[in-house]
């Protein structure tokens, strides 16, 4: 097992790039983020929001309960299970993404260290369980903290990417007889998405160390940021992406059908989402997901959801309520139960090491 330092880095999501500053144990506390009052704030503004709007629809989502009562459990089961075979998919992703910078870490670890990062991210705002995912790996190991979220950023481009491309296939094929305003609005959106990700990759990448030479900031930022560059581009090569593709738009086929197999077992006779239908709907909700303001999107994905259920495929709002319902079941409040009891056993969180000890990055961090 590999000896580590205890924790040392801040989970502050500007300060964790920038500055690898030592904090106590404290500091680090799940319990002590979750009494504070921004917290507090991203989780109570939403669920009152929800409970406005379920106020004000009350006639037509007193229905919901029902409606959820009559679920097929073992399509629910299996929505389940096929979402959880995700985790060890991204596992295997963000590896060959830490291998990529010279750093072996195994299937095993990383899959438990995303499971926990997804905890945070359900239960903290500004996505700060990305930054967990990070810290962790650094107290478990000698890699640098800047050099591993650079792995993380280039992981979530690849998401994004996936979103946007697979997201639009299934939406001009799901709406191939048209679409309405509203989707037309989402597919720009999208267009526009993917346009700034490729010119900020391509600005990162070639001009990203000379402005930042250009402005008067301390020699250790720029130390801090070729780190990081280092992780986002040393991770992805010509060899490793074709597999890296193919592995990223595996992980989504899992998120569509949990979505798909959460439509099935509800059964509704007036809805029929295919599998295009239900990629496009997933993959709107996951990308809404990135908005930072609350823990996993609460309040905006299942707007999201609910909206594009009901202006794109005509899906009744108590039916489409349901359907957002039963599938945040799953994806988040079972993230926090099971993520909970993770959080609680593991010792990744302690920093007591990797389960199998990597040997020492190829370049110094």
């Known amino acids: 097992m590999t000896g580590v330092p205890p924790p040392r880095e801040p989970l502050e999501q500007a300060d964790a790039v920038e500055t690898e500053a030592e904090v106590t144990a404290d500091q680090l506390s799940l ?6 009052p921004r917290t507090i704030l991203s989780l109570a503004i ?3 929001a929800i409970a406005v709007f379920a106020w004000l629809n009350r006639e037509q989502l007193g229905r919901v309960p029902e409606l959820i009562l009559h679920v097929n459990p073992a399509l629910v089961l299996a929505g389940f299970l096929v979402f ?6 991204r596992g295997l992703r963000w590896a060959l993404l830490v291998r990529g910078t010279g750093f072996h870490l195994s299937v095993r670890d990383a899959t438990e260290i995303i499971f926990l990062s997804w905890l945070i991210n359900c239960l903290v705002p500004a996505k700060l369980g990305d930054l967990y995912r990070a810290w962790l790996l650094k107290i478990n190991s000698t890699v640098s903290l ?3 979220f650079g792995t993380v950023f280039i992981e979530r481009i690849l998401d994004l990417f996936a979103i946007v491309v697979l997201g639009l296939a299934a939406g001009f094929w799901s709406f191939r007889s048209g679409m309405s305003s509203q989707i037309q609005l989402i597919v720009g959106i999208g267009v526009g998405v993917v346009v700034v990700l490729g010119a900020g990759l391509l600005t990162l990448r070639n001009f990203g160390r000379r402005i930042l030479t ?16 280092e992780g986002v581009f040393g991770a992805v090569g010509l060899r490793r992406l ?18 798909y197999l959460v439509v099935q077992a509800l059964a509704f006779p007036d809805v029929t989402l295919g599998i295009s239908g239900a990629f496009f709907v997933a993959l709107i909700g996951s990308l809404l997901t990135a908005v930072p303001l609350s823990p996993a999107g609460l309040g905006i994905v299942e707007a999201g ?11 009744p709002l108590p039916e489409a309520t349901a359907i957002a319902v039963v599938d945040r079941t799953i994806s988040v409040f079972s993230i926090i139960a099971l993520g909970s009891i993770a959080y609680a056993i593991s010792p990744k969180r302690r920093g007591a090491g990797l389960t199998h000890p990597a040997p020492e990055p190829s370049a110094s961090g």
């Open 31 to 36: 319990g002590r983020r979750l009494r504070q």
């Open 46 to 48: 939403p669920l009152v």
């Open 84 to 89: 959880y075979a995700g985790f060890p998919l």
């Open 146 to 148: 800047s050099r591993t």
């Open 214 to 229: 250009a402005l008067p900031i301390p020699h250790r930022i720029l130390e801090y940021y070729d780190r990081f560059e």
């Open 242 to 259: 074709p597999p890296l593709v193919v592995i990223t738009g595996l992980i989504w086929a899992t998120e569509a059908m949990r979505l």
């Open 305 to 315: 959801v609910v909206g594009v259920l009901t202006a794109g495929y005509g899906v």
